[in-house]
């Protein structure tokens, strides 16, 4: 993989450019990146293994500070995805379905929807950026519950998550079209947060495949959720991107009665599984204003990078047989024993 230069090229005053610049570093922090294993990052200049994961300076900083100060409550919903699993989708769903009695997803209130207004990085934060940027976030609480997203390895979770009754829904996809997505948006990022070439893509996939991938490695972000389903499936619920793509309503009605809010009947029959279906497929955000042109203030690029594609099995298009082969296995090998395909 190519050396990214140090310069950061970019007069943009995101969040995620400010992050990468690593000025707020304690002493203390900065003695812990010392120690840690390192190796060449897809956007930051490093990445650093952190108890056998793979996190950017800034993520790792956000992922401790959550630790120390982040108090689950016991409505709190975190939805939790390995990068480039449907997060968006995710939070969309989720977000529409519990605020389903304030905001009709139904023809007629279409126009009043947030989600028609606000990317859906905008509705539900990040906890590891948000902890990365303030000591002290505040999550406000819109009405009941509060939504929460994370990138962090079930076992980087603040302890608080475990103490309290909050839900986590997992979110995983097969890691050929993950590693195809992840590719194309980081050398988004790359060219115009730090001005840097793309990363040719054997290399990148070679680095995916040693798990050298932002939260990676992949197979253990997903068994640790995995099992955690298996063992807790009060607290996680586990989905994968193909199966939703198949079932969404099954989905959907199984998302409301894990997070104790099931459809009533009078829902069902006047199609609010439905409404809040279509507004939140691919097709209707990825066409609307604000998730196409609109610089997200997070990233510092604009909303349509989060809407590529949004396909099962685009990975045919990148993926050399070999290469494909050569991630089923790992895939087969370290899933083996668990009862998990993807
Ligand atoms: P592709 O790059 O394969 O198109 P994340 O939200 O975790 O960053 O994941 C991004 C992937 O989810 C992208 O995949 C994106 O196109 C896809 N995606 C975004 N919105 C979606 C939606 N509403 N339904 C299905 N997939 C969606």
Redesign the pocket.
Known sequence: MAAPSETNVSNSPSLLSQLLQGNSYTEEFKELLNSLPKETGWLAPDLYNYKGFWLEPFFLQGALTSQQHFQAQDSDVILS?F????????K?LAFALITRKQFLASQESEKSHPLHTNNPHELIPYLEFSYAVKERPDFALAKGSRLLATHLPLSLFPKSVWESKCKVIYLCRNPK?TV??FW??MNKLRRELRGLEALPFPEAFDSYCRGVSNTGPFWDHVLEHWKESLENPRKVLFFK?EEM?KEPEDHLRRMAAFLGCPFSQEEEESGVVSGILKL???E???NLEVNKNAINGGLGVENGV??????VG?WRNYLTDKMAKTLDQIVQEKFTGTGLML
């Open positions: 995805t990068p480039k699993s449907g997060t968006v989708w995710l969309a079209d195809v997505s194309h948006f991107y793509k939140c497929s691919f209707s955000l990825s989060l809407f590529r594609k949004g396909k685009d």
